[in-house]
Structure formats: structure tokens, C-alpha cells
């Protein structure tokens, strides 16, 4: 198969994984109020909170991976980043800005996979940061599966607030 081919089918199967993750995610969110975003019920953590925390992986990959510029806005990533407090007030947290942020980054993501070539992903960044995020591939693979993962938390949030279920 020709270097051409193989980077063409290399982007349709990344776009495929990833428009998956985030259909899924956006089945989820068809129904929620601004004021059910902000809610916490048992030990969930609030609509908004997952939401933020899916785009920091986003950004992060753009950014570790294809040298972009972050999108977050100010203080983003202390607040929603891995082991960040879920506990923490979210009440000034908006459903329409985190879904607003989340369009712009899978316009930028959908851009940056239709650009990879197959030697990319074996690229890693010099940037220290969490292993698994070092190699381009492979942090695309758990940017895929961290969506599917929260995809999967958010609908037991539904659950729990009494909303019908969307898959599983």
C-alpha cells in the first residue's frame, strides 16, 4: 500500500474512533438543563466537571502532539485536569460554554487527524508529562477512550438523576 493510501485510511479509521467517542458523549448531553449540568447526585461529580476535564484531553493531545495552542480558557487546567477537585464549586461553570469549548476542539481535532501521517504516530513529545501521553498513538488511542470512559460515567449520572438511559 502506498504512503498515500495508507495515511488516507490511517485518517478515516482515527476519525471513525474518534466521531464515535463523541457522538456518544453528545447522546448524553441531549437532554440536560444549565441547572442539571451543575448538579451533584451521590458521589458524581457535576455534568460540567466531566465535560471540562474532556477537554483538557483534547487540548492537551493538540497541544503535546500537532503543536497547537491551547483553547482553555484561563485556570481551565488546574480546575478540570486529572486529579483535580471535583468537589469544588462549579456553580459559576456553564453547560453552554463547555459544549462550546468541546465544538471548537473537535473542529481542531477533526483538522489535526486529517493531517497525520502513519510516522507521526510513533512520534513522541519531548514534553515530560504522564507516560502514556508520550507517544502520539498511543495518546490518541486514550484521548478515544477517555471520552468513551467519561461517556460511560455521564450515563450513570443520568441514571442516577432519573434520566433515560441512552446506550448500555
Not at 461529580?45 to 482553555?72: D, M
Not at 478540570?80 to 459559576?92: K, L, P, Q
Not at 473542529?107 to 501521517?117: F, N, Q, T, V, Y
Request: aromatic share 8%; net charge negative; hydrophobic share 40%.
Amino acid at each position: 500500500m502506498s504512503s498515500a493510501r495508507q495515511a488516507a485510511a490511517l485518517n478515516v479509521q482515527m476519525k471513525r474512533n474518534y466521531d464515535f467517542s463523541r457522538r456518544m458523549l453528545d447522546g448524553l448531553l441531549e437532554d440536560f438543563t444549565s441547572e442539571e449540568a451543575l448538579e451533584r447526585v451521590g458521589d458524581f461529580k457535576p455534568l460540567v466537571w466531566y465535560l471540562g476535564h474532556i477537554a483538557v484531553a483534547e487540548n492537551a493531545w493538540l497541544q503535546l502532539h500537532r503543536g497547537a495552542e491551547s483553547v482553555l480558557p484561563e485556570g481551565h487546567m488546574s480546575r478540570y485536569s486529572r486529579g483535580s477537585d471535583g468537589d469544588a464549586d462549579f456553580g459559576d461553570a456553564s453547560l453552554d460554554e463547555m459544549t462550546s469549548l468541546l465544538g471548537t476542539l473537535r473542529e481542531r481535532m477533526k483538522g489535526a487527524i486529517a493531517e497525520i501521517e502513519p510516522e507521526d504516530l510513533e512520534r513522541e513529545t519531548p514534553v515530560d508529562v504522564f507516560p502514556p501521553l508520550k507517544q502520539c498513538g498511543n495518546a490518541f488511542a486514550l484521548v478515544c477512550g477517555h471520552n468513551a470512559y467519561h461517556a460511560g460515567q455521564i450515563q450513570l449520572l443520568r441514571r442516577a438523576m432519573g434520566k433515560p438511559a441512552t446506550f448500555g
